[in-house]
Antibody, heavy 118, light 111 residues
Framework: QVQLVQSGAEVKKPGASVKVSCKASGYTFTSYAMHWVRQAPGQRLEWMGWINPGNGNTKYSQNFQGRVTITRDTSASTAYMELSSLRSEDTAIYYC???????????WGQGTMVTVSS | QSVLTQTPSVSGAPGQRVTISCTGSSSNIGAGYDVHWYQQLPGTAPKLLIYGNSNRPSGVPDRFSGSKSGTSASLAITGLQAEDEADYYCQSYDSSLSGVVFGGGTRLTVL
């Protein structure tokens, strides 16, 4: 079945970087855009950016410009999201989500908890 | 502050009908961009509930319906059930921000 499986929880110190992976299966990885969305504890969903797995083109939210990098490995059907210069406010669950033709996110990963603490 | 505004909470008794609103502006909903709705049960990832303003993915009960008018959109839930208790988010695109935007979320409590 179509699914996105993310890497496990991470604990990082302020100033460090974190890289979360999202492995796709059950569909052609390069045919659908992959987005990243985060959710701080008790807070709303926040869009971070997306990648076209077919050509590697990316677009990032202004809120994360300069700190986030989204990449992909087509041979592994995996997308990655790296966030640098971590601060406590980056403590959140990070989700990858597949964008369907209608621009809605029809498949979501299970989420990866990233905790930033000294 | 979310670009799309949602009422923080709504409640209803089993069997009742509730509506959740999502108010945007001329750079997102009012510009013609579609609105999508997600249901997030406690401790789980969001699930697509309505796409393209009013379309239900396969498997979503017809108790859930969506509409859009002007700079706003609404999600209606009829025949409320206990398992509908969740957070609901609207999503669209904003041309001023050149990106995806979400509402602040609405917590539905089934009394």
């Amino acid at each position: 079945q179509v699914q996105l499986v993310q890497s496990g929880a991470e604990v990082k110190k302020p100033g460090a970087s974190v890289k979360v992976s999202c492995k796709a299966s059950g569909y052609t990885f390069t045919s659908y855009a992959m987005h990243w969305v985060r959710q701080a504890p008790g807070q709303r969903l926040e869009w971070m950016g997306w990648i076209n797995p077919g050509n590697g083109n990316t677009k990032y939210s202004q809120n994360f410009q300069g700190r986030v990098t989204i990449t992909r490995d087509t041979s592994a059907s995996t997308a990655y999201m790296e966030l640098s210069s971590l601060r406590s406010e980056d403590t959140a669950i990070y989700y990858c989500a597949r964008r369907q033709e209608t621009d809605a996110f029809d498949i979501w990963g299970q989420g990866t908890m990233v905790t930033v603490s000294s | 502050q979310s670009v799309l505004t949602q009422t923080p909470s709504v409640s209803g008794a089993p069997g009742q009908r509730v509506t959740i609103s999502c108010t945007g502006s001329s750079s997102n909903i009012g510009a013609g961009y579609d609105v999508h709705w997600y249901q997030q049960l406690p401790g789980t990832a969001p699930k697509l509930l309505i796409y393209g303003n009013s379309n239900r993915p396969s498997g979503v009960p017809d108790r859930f319906s969506g509409s859009k008018s002007g700079t706003s959109a609404s999600l209606a839930i009829t025949g409320l059930q206990a398992e509908d208790e969740a957070d609901y988010y609207c999503q669209s695109y904003d041309s001023s921000l050149s990106g995806v935007v979400f509402g602040g979320g609405t917590r539905l409590t089934v009394l």
